[in-house]
């Protein structure tokens, strides 16, 4: 191993031992860590490139170093990495040069009440079909989230679960239930693909990575209603902002229909953010949770979604709240700042309770 990937490599323990989502470096840059949202550039001096393509050449797939190379960017994942912990990577040309950025995964799958989310959120692992969706933005605990779930569900239930990812973070050992994992770009052209032939392998639960298109939402949309649990992401910040941005993927002509076959499948929308927690230890997951009620579905056919946010907020006994409503209560408890808990929202006037004094 050279110099430099054994540096790489201490970076990786360094950055977990502090508790770090990422780490990055590449170019003249001093390699940098995110420590609870927040950027902190490390004391040392930049990663070479050479040292930096070595890595790589041992980190990313003949086809994915190809992409790299070819079109400026790739994603790869090790189950195992440097320091024995799992982690996903994306490197990127910059400059002439190249640049890594490296996410931390849990090195073992959090189960759902470490993770804190609220109970409707393990109830959509309970469902025989449907399509239930985790939004929220980049790092804000979408992958954890579903992987907590299908570790339910593998744990709890005799069924077939089949994911398809970009690249796969996340590998879960067959317990009560099968569980195959396929990879875009390594086993499957792409997510629609992956989709439509998974409806030939016999599955309870499909996961989706992510649905970046008409085609792959589609397709979801399709497994959905012909009986399977679909769990799938979206780059979106609330529910009603994910039941546009599905439809609108669609042609003008075929907006009425797409609402129709969204209503009739969704079992459910959880929008995550994650919040620093007051005493500086880690980050809390809060959570907008949208429960496909009846009332739910008929807002999504009339395209009312406008609407939506006035249904969760009644939608209590049903499971459904507020992004804000579930950050008061963080507040409440003492478990965030207030102001921290704004910061995550565009509603911050809607966030209250007073602080706890601390102890």
Same mark, same amino acid.
């Given at each position: 191993?050279?110099?430099?990937?054994?540096?790489?490599?201490?970076?990786i323990?360094?950055?977990?031992?502090?508790?770090?989502?990422?780490?990055?470096?590449?170019?003249?840059?001093?390699?940098?860590?995110?420590?609870?949202?927040?950027?902190?550039?490390?004391?040392?001096?930049?990663?070479?490139?050479?040292?930096?393509?070595?890595?790589?050449?041992?980190?990313?797939?003949g086809?994915?170093?190809?992409?790299?190379?070819?079109?400026?960017?790739?994603d790869?994942?090790a189950?195992?990495?440097?320091?024995?912990?799992?982690?996903?990577?994306?490197?990127?040309?910059?400059?002439?040069?190249?640049?890594?950025?490296?996410?931390?995964?849990?090195?073992?799958?959090?189960?759902?009440?470490?993770?804190?989310?609220?109970?409707?959120?393990?109830?959509?692992?309970?469902?025989?079909?449907?399509? &239930? +969706?985790?939004?929220? %933005?980049?790092?804000? *605990?979408?992958?954890?989230?579903? /992987? $907590?779930? =299908?570790?339910?569900?593998?744990?709890?239930?005799?069924?077939?679960?089949?994911?398809?990812?970009?690249?796969?973070?996340?590998?879960?050992?067959?317990?009560?239930s099968?569980?195959?994992?396929?990879?875009?770009?390594?086993?499957?052209?792409?997510?629609?693909?992956?989709?439509?032939?998974?409806?030939?392998?016999?599955?309870?639960?499909?996961?989706?990575?992510?649905?970046?298109?008409?085609?792959?939402?589609?397709?979801?949309?399709?497994?959905?209603e012909?009986?399977?649990?679909?769990?799938?992401?979206?780059?979106t910040?609330?529910?009603?902002?994910t039941?546009?941005?599905?439809?609108?993927?669609?042609?003008p002509?075929?907006?009425?229909q797409v609402?129709?076959?969204?209503?009739?499948?969704?079992?459910?929308?959880? &929008? +995550?953010?994650?919040? %620093?927690?007051?005493? *500086?230890?880690?980050?809390?997951? /809060? $959570?907008? =949770?949208?429960?496909?009620?009846?009332?739910?579905?008929?807002?999504?056919?009339?395209?009312?979604?406008?609407?939506?946010?006035?249904?969760?907020?009644?939608?209590?006994?049903?499971?459904?709240?507020?992004?804000?409503?579930?950050?008061?209560?963080?507040?409440?408890?003492?478990?965030?700042?207030?102001?921290?808990?704004?910061?995550?929202?565009?509603?911050?006037?809607?966030?209250?309770?007073?602080?706890?004094?601390?102890?």
């Open positions: 191993m050279s110099v430099g990937t054994v540096r790489i490599a201490s970076l323990r360094a950055a977990r031992d502090r508790a770090a989502s990422d780490l990055h470096f590449g170019g003249s840059d001093r390699p940098g860590l995110r420590v609870d949202g927040r950027l902190i550039v490390l004391e040392t001096t930049p990663i070479d490139d050479a040292a930096i393509r070595t890595f790589l050449s041992a980190a990313l797939s086809a994915q170093l190809a992409r790299l190379y070819a079109a400026g960017n790739a790869g994942a189950p195992a990495g440097a320091d024995g912990a799992p982690y996903r990577l994306h490197a990127y040309r910059h400059a002439g040069g190249l640049r890594v950025a490296i996410r931390l995964l849990a090195e073992r799958v959090p189960s759902l009440e470490e993770l804190a989310l609220p109970a409707a959120v393990a109830g959509f692992a309970e469902r025989p079909s449907g399509l &239930a +969706l985790f939004t929220g %933005p980049t790092g804000s *605990g979408k992958t954890t989230a579903l /992987a $907590a779930l =299908i570790d339910r569900i593998n744990r709890s239930a005799d069924r077939n679960i089949v994911t398809v990812e970009d690249p796969v973070e996340y590998v879960h050992a067959p317990l009560r099968f569980v195959t994992h396929c990879e875009v770009g390594r086993d499957v052209g792409d997510f629609a693909e992956a989709l439509r032939g998974f409806m030939r392998a016999d599955p309870d639960v499909i996961l989706v990575g992510e649905m970046r298109d008409q085609a792959t939402m589609e397709a979801a949309l399709t497994a959905a012909t009986g399977h649990l679909v769990f799938a992401t979206l780059h910040n609330d529910a009603a902002q039941v546009d941005r599905i439809v609108d993927a669609f042609p002509e075929a907006h009425a609402r129709v076959q969204l209503a009739s499948v969704l079992a459910g929308i959880a &929008a +995550l953010r994650l919040v %620093p927690r007051r005493e *500086g230890a880690g980050r809390c997951a /809060a $959570a907008e =949770i949208l429960i496909g009620t009846d009332a739910v579905r008929a807002l999504i056919r009339e395209g009312k979604t406008h609407q939506l946010r006035n249904t969760i907020v009644t939608g209590r006994a049903a499971g459904m709240q507020t992004l804000e409503s579930h950050l008061s209560e963080l507040v409440v408890r003492g478990d965030v700042h207030h102001k921290d808990a704004q910061a995550v929202t565009v509603r911050a006037s809607d966030v209250r309770g007073f602080e706890r004094a601390a102890s």
